[in-house]
């Protein structure tokens, strides 16, 4: 079993619409969470991390988990073309680790 | 201020030589990561320093190896190159170390080896 496991994707949505993001991780001791984009060719920047059940806003991103499930998601409110990226779900491990999914393409489309 | 920075930005190299890639961390920052990144899929785990100690190393051959200098920059090396390293390698800069630490990266070396 792999240690995080994202939607494979791609995932095309329209302009202004909802896009959402699933990720389950297979260590029941994961504490905390991350959210990266990573545009095509470059590197992966940080928009969201997470560390309690529930729900955490930043702007138009809100990041969701659930630790009982062993499931983190995001949601991208009002999508727009600058959103089309790669969306990787990372979980700390060990202290030292962070172990990444293979990440979900995004596609907003006008 | 400066984020992370990465050195060379591309590389290519010949199957069977050795390569050094260069990170600096965000000022005040002690922990750099290592990542290996090909394409399709996600960054994949090969060293953690902290204050200048390994703290963690991935499942990755000894051809790998890396230091921490005492400004808190790092070297990655790999020796005899194989053309599987051919791949994007990420540096991770972190305040501390711990569950709740943030990591953010340089904006990584691309290496291809022919």
């Known amino acids: 079993q792999k240690e995080v496991e994202q939607n494979s994707g791609p995932l095309s949505v329209p302009e202004g619409a909802i896009a959402s993001l699933n990720c389950t991780y297979s260590?029941?001791?994961?504490?905390?969470f991350f959210w990266y984009r990573q545009y095509s060719g470059k590197s992966p920047e940080l928009i969201m991390s997470?560390?309690?059940?529930g729900d955490k806003e930043d702007g138009r991103f809100t990041a969701q988990l659930n630790k009982a499930s062993q499931y983190v998601s995001l949601l991208i409110r009002d999508s727009q073309p600058s959103d089309s990226a790669t969306y990787l779900c990372?979980?700390?491990?060990?202290?030292?680790?962070?172990?990444f999914g293979a990440g979900t393409t995004v596609t907003v489309r006008a | 201020d400066a984020g992370v920075t990465q050195s060379p930005t591309h590389l290519i190299k010949t199957r069977g030589q050795h390569v050094t890639l260069r990170c600096s961390p965000i000022?005040?920052?002690?922990?750099v990561s290592w990542y290996q990144q090909v394409l399709g899929q996600g960054p994949q785990f090969i060293f953690q320093?902290?204050?200048?100690?390994?703290?963690g190393r991935g499942n990755f051959p000894d051809r790998f190896s890396a230091r921490q200098f005492p400004n808190y920059s790092s070297e990655l090396n790999v020796n005899a190159l194989l053309l599987g390293d051919s791949a994007l390698y990420l540096c991770?800069?972190?305040?501390?170390?711990?569950?709740?630490?943030?990591?953010?990266f340089g904006q990584g070396t691309r290496l291809t080896v022919v």
């Open positions: 991770a800069s972190s305040a501390g170390q711990g569950r709740n630490t943030e990591a953010f």
């Open positions: 997470i560390y309690s059940n």
């Open positions: 260590d029941r001791g994961s504490q905390s």
């Open positions: 000022s005040g920052h002690k922990s």
């Open positions: 990372a979980v700390n491990l060990w202290d030292y680790k962070l172990s």
């Open positions: 320093y902290y204050e200048k100690e390994e703290r």
